[in-house]
């Protein structure tokens, strides 16, 4: 196996452990994107002000635009030299981490400034966070296998009780 094979067979099954599908990663992706966008331009204008708690939360908020842009669009990226290797380890993360990241960085603005800017701003970079998370839960199961579990527990019930279709034995 040559050094250019390894890292895309390690994409390959990281991408197949968090059990996203390659839609979903791509609405994780967008959302990011457009995250990051949002975050910048509502930033920039945060920053028009002589408030310092509002220049404070503009420039968190440009700063969490250029991290949302690393790790989910590091071509974006490509005049700085640890781009793609802060996005090959944003890959590495489970979609819990990625979450708690990505909401807590979309809050800390809001809590420093609350405001019609910071709020309408990260809320696409909360709801990549929110995303990310729900990717966490899993994928659904079928009505089939769960109405086969049901009735493999009910059964196992019944034999710990003691009791089939009601009576006592």
């Given at each position: 196996?040559?050094?250019?094979?390894?890292?895309?067979?390690?994409?390959?099954?990281?991408?197949?452990?968090?059990?996203?599908?390659?839609?979903?990663?791509?609405?994780?992706?967008?959302?990011?994107?457009?995250g990051?966008?949002?975050?910048a331009?509502?930033?920039?204008?945060?920053c028009?002000?002589?408030?310092p708690?509002?220049?404070?939360?503009?420039?968190?908020?440009?700063?969490?635009?250029?991290?949302?842009?690393?790790c989910?669009?590091?071509?974006?990226?490509?005049?700085?030299?640890?781009?793609?290797?802060?996005?090959?380890?944003?890959?590495?993360?489970?979609?819990?981490?990625?979450?708690?990241?990505?909401?807590?960085?979309?809050?800390?603005?809001?809590?420093l400034?609350?405001?019609?800017?910071?709020?309408?701003?990260?809320?696409?970079?909360?709801?990549?966070?929110?995303?990310?998370?729900?990717?966490?839960?899993?994928?659904?199961?079928?009505?089939?296998?769960?109405?086969?579990?049901?009735?493999?527990?009910?059964?196992?019930?019944?034999?710990?009780?003691?009791?089939?279709?009601?009576?006592a034995?």
């Open positions: 196996m040559s050094s250019g094979e390894q890292p895309a067979a390690t994409n390959a099954s990281s991408a197949d452990d968090d059990g996203m599908s390659w839609w979903y990663r791509w609405i994780c992706k967008i959302a990011g994107v457009v990051g966008i949002s975050c331009i509502a930033g920039i204008w945060n028009v002000t002589i408030n708690l509002n220049i404070a939360a503009g420039v968190w908020m440009v700063l969490n635009a250029f991290v949302l842009f690393l989910e669009a590091p071509f974006c990226c490509q005049f700085i030299e640890f781009a793609n290797a802060v996005a090959a380890r944003a890959d590495r993360l489970r979609p819990w981490q990625k979450a708690f990241f990505y909401c807590g960085m979309a809050l800390f603005p809001v809590i400034s609350i405001s019609i800017t910071t709020l309408l701003g990260n809320a696409i970079a909360f709801g990549t966070g929110v995303l990310y998370g729900l990717a966490s839960l899993g994928k659904k199961g079928d009505a089939v296998s769960y109405a086969r579990l049901q009735h493999q527990k009910q059964g196992d019930e019944e034999k710990m009780t003691g009791t089939t279709d009601g009576v034995q």
